[in-house]
């Protein structure tokens, strides 16, 4: 079984996010996506974002009907900071040796691995798939291979290089690495975040059982 984990604080989930995934299942044949929404996100400041039971319930929400992308609780059900490489031990531990996981995240994010827990270990354990963002901002797609292939060899072995398309670098301590381009959807969390709090309608920017689910909560206001 091929499965993806894509975690994030998805504050709130949207278009943006649900398409990146279906994307990156489709293009790199994964059998499941699993959704993972940060307890408490080590990057991020903890005011402001929404009770990560609600973040789950709003996933729950966006999925329903797509058996291929699913939620998971596992960082919500951990105590303390949520963890990537915690949170891949434990689908090792889940699905044994069954499984070939990889985890899917953005750019900008992995362009900061090295800060993380346990990073060459995470990269040893698992294939890295990383997307373009799916609001069209940060790099583009050329400037974005320049600055993988810059950070891998600067940061985690000079013997790195990348060949095939998607474009996938492998060498010395990493399980392999690809850089894979996602629609461009001009959606943003802060952006809708932001809209909700002055009042306006984020329709068609998320899922309508979100949009409600926002409402009827009073999330963001």
């Known amino acids: 079984m091929r499965i993806g984990l894509f975690g994030g604080t998805f504050d709130p989930?949207?278009?943006?996010?649900?398409?990146?995934?279906?994307?990156?299942?489709?293009g790199f044949g994964l059998d499941r996506v699993f959704l993972?929404?940060?307890?408490?996100?080590?990057?991020?400041?903890?005011e402001g974002v929404?009770?990560?039971?609600?973040?789950?319930?709003m996933i729950q929400l966006a999925v329903a009907g797509e058996p291929d992308l699913t939620p998971s609780d596992v960082e919500i059900r951990r105590e303390g900071p949520s963890y990537t490489i915690d949170t891949v031990r434990h689908f090792y531990r889940e699905y044994t040796d069954t499984a070939e996981v990889s985890l899917i995240m953005g750019?900008?994010?992995?362009?900061?691995?090295?800060?993380w827990?346990?990073?060459?270990?995470?990269?040893?354990?698992?294939s890295v798939i990383v997307i373009t963002r799916p609001d069209g901002r940060g790099p583009k797609?050329?400037?974005?291979?320049?600055?993988?292939?810059?950070?891998?060899?600067?940061?985690?072995?000079?013997?790195?290089?990348?060949s095939g398309s998607p474009l996938r670098f492998s060498?010395?301590?990493?399980?392999?690495?690809?850089?894979?381009?996602v629609t461009a959807l001009d959606i943003s969390s802060?952006?809708?975040?932001?809209?909700?709090?002055?009042?306006?309608?984020?329709?068609?920017?998320?899922?309508a059982a979100v949009c409600d689910c926002i409402q009827t909560k009073g999330l963001y206001s």
Do not use: Q, Y
């Not at 929404?50 to 319930?57: F, G, K, N, S």
């Not at 750019?107 to 800060?115: K, V, Y």
């Not at 827990?117 to 698992?126: P, T």
């Not at 060498?171 to 381009?181: A, D, E, M, Q």
């Open 13 to 26: 989930i949207h278009f943006g996010h649900l398409r990146a995934a279906l994307e990156v299942k489709d």
């Open 36 to 46: 993972i929404p940060a307890a408490i996100p080590p990057h991020k400041a903890r």
């Open 50 to 57: 929404a009770p990560a039971v609600d973040r789950l319930h």
């Open 107 to 115: 750019l900008d994010a992995f362009l900061e691995i090295d800060t």
């Open 117 to 126: 827990k346990s990073f060459r270990e995470l990269l040893s354990l698992v």
């Open 141 to 162: 797609a050329d400037c974005g291979a320049e600055a993988l292939a810059g950070f891998l060899r600067d940061r985690v072995s000079k013997e790195v290089a990348g």
């Open 171 to 181: 060498g010395t301590g990493i399980r392999g690495v690809s850089l894979f381009i």
């Open 190 to 207: 802060s952006r809708i975040r932001g809209l909700v709090h002055a009042g306006r309608s984020i329709r068609f920017l998320a899922p």
